[in-house]
Nanobody
Framework: VQLKESGGDLVQAGGSLRLSCTAS????????MGWYRQAPGKQRELVASISGGGSATYADSVQGRFFISRDNAKNMMYLQMNNLKPEDTAVYYC????????WGQGTQVTVSS
């Protein structure tokens, strides 16, 4: 199974982006998935997760601004990011919540003030 993230860009504070995650291989729909991010000099952190059935949870720092979704038929997961802040600047990755796969290359999100 391979993971590929896309959709990152340079945006101004207050802007929006939609990230996409493609997961090749089978059994995508049964696994809880998440979006993680890693800012320079910081540890990777989980910002949003979604169960196979679509139940979502969010880190406090993104609650109300980020929205995670998935399309199991397409083996795709998304992260809608609104009202972006400079502190959201990071490389964003997708992966399972447990029994994580090899990390993809991630997608860079840069938010300018």
């Amino acid at each position: 199974v391979q993971l590929k993230e896309s959709g990152g860009d340079l945006v101004q504070a207050g802007g929006s982006l939609r990230l996409s995650c493609t997961a090749s291989g089978s059994a995508f729909s049964v696994n809880a998935m998440g979006w993680y991010r890693q800012a320079p000099g910081k540890q990777r952190e989980l910002v949003a997760s979604i169960s196979g059935g679509g139940s979502a949870t969010y880190a406090d720092s993104v609650q109300g601004r980020f929205f995670i979704s998935r399309d199991n038929a397409k083996n795709m997961m998304y992260l809608q990011m609104n009202n972006l802040k400079p502190e959201d600047t990071a490389v964003y990755y997708c992966n399972r919540i447990i029994l994580r796969l090899d990390w993809g290359q991630g997608t860079q999100v840069t938010v300018s003030s």
